[in-house]
């Protein structure tokens, strides 16, 4: 009894706690407060134009993310309901994490807060796409509870002392996210993970994989130009640059998907994951000045390495290191978030003091002081460097506790299950007698397997 | 023959009526005239900043409310389909109505005005949400009618004369819409509504109905904020309170989700409506001071009553007093809605004339004078019971005019089901010999063919 | 093997080619480009007003044509995935082919040459639907080759020669897409096209083309208002007229829908479909002065004449003409948009020179002199002609060449079926047996009751 409330009872103590925290620390900032006459201008403008780009990464993260994980045939429930729980847990917590960081006073609320605990809420997400259907779901929230706390301490040290630029969150994000969860991953590795005949798609969660895949598709590019929403013209660039890149790795996705087919058939695995790479990697230098035939080139090759890891990296990582990786993102966040990482080290390395206009350059290298561009890109690979060890370190640790007697976890028979956690059927509900529904064949793919193939 | 073309008639014959009377009654705003020249700037920024919200609030009305309903196995044309209709058919009808009690000459069309006709779909689709399954479309186009009229008088009564606060509209459409729904549904009880195994969700249902949280979810804090457009300080403490309420809902459902049930399990009825019910707890409090731990603290309430509302009410009200409340828009719309005009009074009486700057204050609460706000208190107090009543009173009447003769109802037998309004499989086309799909099993409807059809 | 690969080959040819062409003729706008300096206050609206429609355009086009496609049973990869590789594919040569129509020096990117694109390959998306599931994958690229090089010209011809306005795309876009498709579906009739078992919605593939449905209703003001952004009372009477275009093709459509069953039962492909009909008929007119009736008028009629479409239209050209329309883009596209050139053109002849303040004349009505109404007219009357003669002659062409031998034909027996192109179960698979799903009914629910629990 008081085993089966331990989730509900751990999730309660953390919001009474939450609450408590909010109480002491957090107030509505000045742009959102009772007391503030209607702001200038200048302010208003801030919120007309974050406020839809806000939306469309809200959007990408409890809708992409969500249904992006569906396409397990007896996952759905799980895929898009612990999304949910863990996305509204984080985003309040990290408010608090980040800006214990950072606050000199009270931590503010506004949306351009929120919109950043939204990311951190993409982090998390990432992880839990590495463990999709292998953790239970009190493991999940611990996960969460310790991979924020990492998540700010990297985010505090490349940002404020490094003085990386990251507009997209290549690094802060997307190889924090995945090395995270692959490190968590590998210690939760279980022999039943091989050949699990339940981690597969049918046909109709794949169609609900699709919406995650679109919504992620389309608002990619206000994901990595948000943070510059107030100046618009390089927001501008950013969305333009994200949008070649995700389009680029649309369609080399499609070309290699079908070239490694034997029979060259297109699969939606690839489809459904490689076609967004584009847009991680745009992301450490989406604000740079790559022109599009780079925005081009660059989605390309992400989309090529992306289906060449689902094809090749993923079965040895799985066999080789028995680190299990349920949707991939090793090839979806991993690889394409650190290819990233290292262009903006190149190009700031090669960068071209004439490049930018000087209130540009302000904007994208603030920190850039005499033209000093062989700096910059130092503190670009310190940053890729200092992600990659909290990421990894701190998601072995994670790993470590997340085994702890006391965290239930997952039973082997059901990884990649809803019924464990779910009311899925009658004969979970209080009515006596199940329904008879043998009679009623319910989804396409049963059975239907063409013949004829 | 004519007694199936009834709908199709009174549907075309309202839809002449509403062509004529907008040919009398209603014409450009100025915003939107052809007359106008390029409005200032000022007037350039309404639409600029109203637009993008008013989109989210239209996708909340017909994506949102209309795949939210999809839940029930059988029912999901009907669900999204009649949601589609029942919304298209408010949004011009509602224009005239509301217009036709404030406008001084003719009606004015912008886009602010048809946001305020979206509002008032989204409490007829509250009060379709209670009786889904079991009206017909006509009786659902009739009540449609009836409904918005009396929903128009209602908020012209609580807004012009009694000048309470609802921003979110918690009173004006959520308790409205659900006390409306609940009255017809007393009105329409019907032995067979108890027990119907039809009126279940099956995997993929659920998964469809996710669709529709999570849009409703996401947008919730532009349904409330929408209407502080222009403020963009009192616009964003309104999207700030709201996102943090609807956060801690749904931290809470999935709590007591787990926590009632015997073994510990989820429930997807709690994970898709009471994650919701801190939207509607925020309504009426949005704009003002509640405090980030506010709003917390309301949202976590919020869930808790909905999901217990879930659990012991609703089963209830169908037992004890024969309403039956197919969605459940009593836990989700009617108890979170009157919990929030209830805080709505105790802030306005408890109100401290420093809280808000003077501006503010003057958008909050214009009617304030001298700083009486007991008055304040009184009037939104007022309010909710001018709300519950003509929500009562007026659902009772649409309920007994439903049952008029001549106004086709649903047969029992065709409770929850497509098959009586749609087109659902080949024996309903007009091809001669319905195709042979045994060997294909394909779908719920397959098969599932209504024998007395 | 070689012919398994040569859809890929294409597909990276093309975009290698692609790639250089953007490094030889594209470069950003200025204003998103590295050497401006923070954009006056002007250019910052610009973008901060176009974004957000953009985004609606974006995901009518992915989300929105992708998913509204998806109602065949077996043809859902098709559907939504070619969706996706269609238009990523035209936005990169959609920003080639019309920019080196008008660019004077290298083309410009930025937001607006993008959404520019976007509607270029709504054009080609409409023309898929014509062909849906009977061409092959090679051959749709192939397709997007030819048309968008069409397009280009189409539109150059009637925009900057004939001056016509067409600001929701009703001739540009819709008709021409429409009848594009029609006449490469001429070409390529087969004999099995007829009474295809596989041409068929199942009730789950019904629910996920209103995924479609719903945001393409909710995004159409956005399409037809996106290109008067900059100005906001346009661009607000755009929004206004083709929502309330959109609202009573609704209404038609379901009325309409009942009316010609002899049972009176709805059909979904008249509420997917015809509810869409006010947008496309409002696009040549949306920013006139139709007024509220007009625009109620419009969507009526157009409703009415889809629903007829769909019920006499299609299987008239099917059988007379041997014209296979797959998704009926003639009935949502086609005749719509006719209509709506007709009424563009009527509405410029009776013109009243008092209608428009002069600034907004020269905003809708650019080359108009001197109040001469009757030239535009036959400018609209030509555009119409130019438009019927481009995409009709460029169609037939375009389905000529897709007869080459070389480009890989569709099989007869694999017409509205994913398995050809797609890795759609186990035996696709390079696992050595496929697994067993018979004892594995599909969707969790299904009876699957765990022993164990």
Request: glycine fraction near 8%.
């Amino acid at each position: 009894m008081i085993k089966d409330m331990k989730f509900s009872i751990f999730l309660l103590l953390l919001q009474v706690i939450f609450i408590f925290m909010y109480g002491f620390f957090v107030e509505y900032d000045e742009v959102a407060g009772p007391k503030t006459n209607q702001s200038s201008a200048e302010d208003n403008r801030q919120f007309e134009i974050l406020y839809p780009m806000f939306q469309d990464v809200h959007v990408m993260i409890f809708v992409g993310f969500g249904f992006l994980m569906t396409f397990l045939k007896r996952y759905g429930y799980g895929a898009v309901g612990f999304n949910l729980l863990l996305a509204a847990f984080v985003i309040q917590w990290a408010i608090l994490m980040r800006g214990s960081l950072t606050a000199e006073s009270k931590i503010h609320l506004s949306v351009e807060t929120i919109m950043n605990a939204d990311f951190a809420a993409g982090a998390v997400l990432i992880s839990f796409g590495a463990v999709l259907g292998v953790l239970s779901p009190i493991q999940l929230l611990v996960m969460a509870l310790l991979e924020v706390a990492v998540y700010a301490v990297n985010e505090y040290i490349i940002v404020e002392h490094l003085h990386i630029n990251d507009i997209g969150g290549s690094l802060i994000i997307h190889s924090f996210g995945a090395y995270f969860g692959l490190a968590v991953s590998v210690m939760h590795w279980k022999k039943r993970l091989v050949d699990n005949q339940k981690e597969e798609s049918v046909y109709h969660s794949d169609m609900f994989a699709m919406i995650g895949t679109l919504f992620l598709w389309l608002f990619w590019p206000s994901f990595n130009g948000a943070l510059a929403a107030s100046h618009s013209v390089v927001a501008q660039r950013c969305v333009t640059n994200t949008l070649y890149s995700i389009v680029a790795s649309t369609i080399a996705s499609f070309a290699i998907s079908s070239i490694i087919d034997k029979k060259g058939k297109l699969s939606m695995v690839h489809v459904q994951n490689s076609s967004l790479a584009g847009g991680v990697a745009a992301g450490a230098v989406a604000n740079l000045a790559t022109g599009p035939m780079g925005a081009l080139l660059i989605g390309t090759c992400a989309g090529i390495i992306s289906v060449a890891g689902y094809k090749y990296v993923t079965p040895t990582f799985a066999r080789a290191f028995h680190i299990h990786d349920t949707c991939g993102v090793h090839n979806l966040h991993g690889m394409p978030g650190v290819m990233s990482a290292f262009i903006a080290v190149v190009m700031a390395r090669f960068m071209s003091p004439t490049t930018f206009s000087p209130e540009e350059l302000a904007i994208v290298y603030p920190n850039v002081k005499d033209g000093n561009f062989q700096h910059q890109a130092n503190m670009q690979m310190a940053g890729l460097a200092v992600t990659l060890g909290t990421s990894i370190v701190g998601g072995v640790l994670t790993g470590l506790v997340l085994r702890a007697p006391f965290i239930d976890s997952a039973d082997e028979n059901n990884l990649f299950e809803d019924s464990k956690y779910w009311i899925t059927d009658e004969s979970d509900r209080d009515s006596p007698e199940p329904m008879n529904e043998t009679a009623i064949p319910l989804a396409p793919s049963n059975g239907e397997t063409v013949a004829e193939e």
